[in-house]
T-cell receptor, first 111, second 111 residues
């Protein structure tokens, strides 16, 4: 079963703009991870944030986590056409237990 | 080093046939996961192996599904008497700590 929801379900922006995707979840978590998927195949790990962290950065990515609201956001700055993909958040209740995925956001970056 | 590999890349089978899907995890990773991604169901956990512990089979949808992991490395997911609703992309992941690394998946089509 799905842990939560991402919103929006789909997002279309111009190259150079920022993209923000949100994720909500239902249960207590140990960590939350964001993944990217191109063409419906393999998932690429983007960034992990632990439950005791509030914000992390990696290159053009910024992730926030609000455990009181059970929500997270992924910000991609200065988007590029190559960022076009589906983005999923996934939560783990502890350590390396199986991930529970959201439904994903389809991002289209128009050149 | 090499990532997670899966074979075959694509599999087309007839309803009622058995299929075997293979996963080669990253060398040294103690945890191995199988997930399924299908239209309408999103990404869902199937089964999880951690070291020599008994696998967590709580995500398997029916007793037609089984998996084994030999020698703590390669894993095979077997689906017996396939049904059309088994059509999906089957993803394998491995991890040594928290971050999970995904393979490219096997697209299974049941006619």
């Amino acid at each position: 079963s799905q842990q939560g929801e991402e919103d929006p379900q789909a997002l279309s922006i111009q190259e150079g703009e920022n993209a923000t995707m949100n994720c909500s979840y239902k249960t207590s978590i140990n960590n939350l991870q964001w993944y990217r998927q191109n063409s419906g195949r393999g998932l690429v790990h983007l960034i992990l944030i632990r439950s005791n962290e509030r914000e992390k950065h990696s290159g053009r990515l910024r992730v926030t986590l609000d455990t009181s609201k059970k929500s997270s956001s992924l910000l991609i700055t200065a988007s590029r056409a190559a960022d076009t993909a589906s983005y999923f958040c996934a939560t783990a209740m502890s350590g390396n237990t199986p991930l529970v995925f959201g439904k994903g956001t389809r991002l289209s970056v128009i050149a | 080093g090499a990532g997670v590999s899966q074979s075959p890349s694509n599999k087309v089978t007839e309803k009622g046939k058995d299929v075997e899907l293979r996963c080669d995890p990253i060398s040294g990773h103690t945890a191995l996961y199988w997930y399924r991604q299908s239209l309408g169901q999103g990404l869902e956990f199937l089964i999880y192996f951690q070291g020599n512990s008994a696998p967590d089979k709580s995500g398997l949808p029916s007793d037609r599904f089984s998996a084994e992991r030999t020698g703590g490395s390669v894993s095979t997911l077997t689906i017996q008497r396939t049904q059309q609703e088994d059509s999906a992309v089957y993803l394998c992941a491995s991890s040594s700590e928290i971050e999970q690394f995904f393979g490219p998946g096997t697209r299974l089509t049941v006619l």
